[in-house]
C-alpha cells in the first residue's frame, strides 16, 4: 500500500518562507505532485516532480529525492491569499494514473 | 486550457432520491477521469477510475451498485449516487487526465452534496 504524510498545520507570517514536507512510502513511484486548496474549492495543480531535484515556479518550488522518500514544496514571499491547504499526492507506478493523496496540510498566513 | 467542469455545483436532495453529477473536459479529450469524495477538513479519497468505454475501476470498500459510473465519450464522465443517505452528504470531485499525457490531472471544481 501507499503512506503518505504531511504535516497537518503551519502557521507563517507574510513576507515570510514555509517549507511543507510529505514523506511516502510507496511500492513503485512515478511522480509525486503537490496541489493547492482553498476551503470549499477544487484543488488546482501547483508541481509535478518525478526526478530528483528542485523544481522552481515563480513563488512556488518543489523538492524531490526519491531515495529518501521525500518530498517538500516552499512557498515563498507568502502572501494572504496563499492561505490554503496544500496535498501532497504520488502517482505509484503500479496505479496507472490514480494519486493517493496525503491529509493535507492547512497553511494559514498572518499579516 | 485544461478546463473541468462539473454540474451541478451544489444539490440537497431527499434521502432515498438519486443524484447525477456530471464532469466535462471542456478543452481537451479525456480517455480517463477520476471520482473523489472529501469530507470536511480531510483529503481527497479517490471513489472510482472511470474509463471511456469500459466499465469503471472502483476502489476498496465502495459499492459500484450505489455509485454509478459512466464515462460516454471523451469529454463526460457520469456520477450517479442511486438510493442517497444523509452520510452521503460529502464534496465530490471529478478529474481529468488528458488523453496521451503524462503529467497531471486536472480537478473540476466540486459538487457538494447536501442528502436531507
Known amino acids: 500500500g501507499q503512506n503518505i504524510d504531511q504535516p497537518t498545520e503551519m502557521t507563517a507570517t507574510e513576507g515570510a518562507i514555509v517549507q511543507i514536507n510529505c514523506t511516502y512510502q510507496t511500492s513503485g513511484f512515478n511522480g509525486l505532485f503537490w496541489y493547492q486548496q482553498h476551503a470549499g474549492e477544487a484543488p488546482t495543480f501547483l508541481s509535478y516532480n518525478v526526478l530528483d531535484g528542485l523544481e522552481e515556479k515563480g513563488r512556488f518550488s518543489s523538492f524531490l529525492s526519491r531515495s529518501k522518500g521525500y518530498s517538500y514544496l516552499l512557498l515563498k514571499e507568502l502572501q494572504m491569499k496563499d492561505s490554503a491547504s496544500y496535498l501532497c499526492?504520488?502517482?505509484?507506478?503500479?496505479?496507472?494514473?490514480?494519486?493517493?493523496f496525503g491529509g493535507g496540510t492547512r497553511v494559514l498566513v498572518k499579516p | 486550457g485544461a478546463v473541468v467542469s462539473q454540474h451541478p455545483s451544489w444539490v440537497i436532495c431527499k434521502s432515498g432520491t438519486s443524484v447525477k453529477i456530471e464532469c466535462r473536459s471542456l478543452?481537451?479529450?479525456?480517455?480517463?477521469m477520476f471520482w473523489y469524495r472529501q469530507f470536511p477538513k480531510q483529503s481527497l479519497m479517490l471513489m472510482a477510475t472511470?474509463?471511456?468505454?469500459?466499465?469503471?475501476?472502483?476502489e476498496q470498500g465502495v459499492e459500484k451498485d450505489k455509485f454509478l459510473i459512466n464515462h460516454a465519450s471523451l469529454t463526460l464522465s457520469t456520477l450517479t449516487v442511486t438510493s442517497a443517505h444523509p452520510e452521503d452528504s460529502s464534496f465530490y470531485i471529478c478529474?481529468?487526465?488528458?488523453?496521451?499525457?503524462?503529467?497531471?490531472?486536472?480537478f473540476g471544481p466540486g459538487t457538494r452534496l447536501t442528502v436531507t
Open positions: 478529474s481529468a487526465r488528458p488523453t496521451g499525457a503524462l503529467g497531471e490531472q486536472y
Open positions: 472511470s474509463n471511456e468505454g469500459s466499465k469503471a475501476t472502483y
Open positions: 499526492a504520488v502517482r505509484p507506478r503500479a496505479a496507472g494514473n490514480k494519486l493517493t
Open positions: 478543452d481537451f479529450q479525456a480517455t480517463t
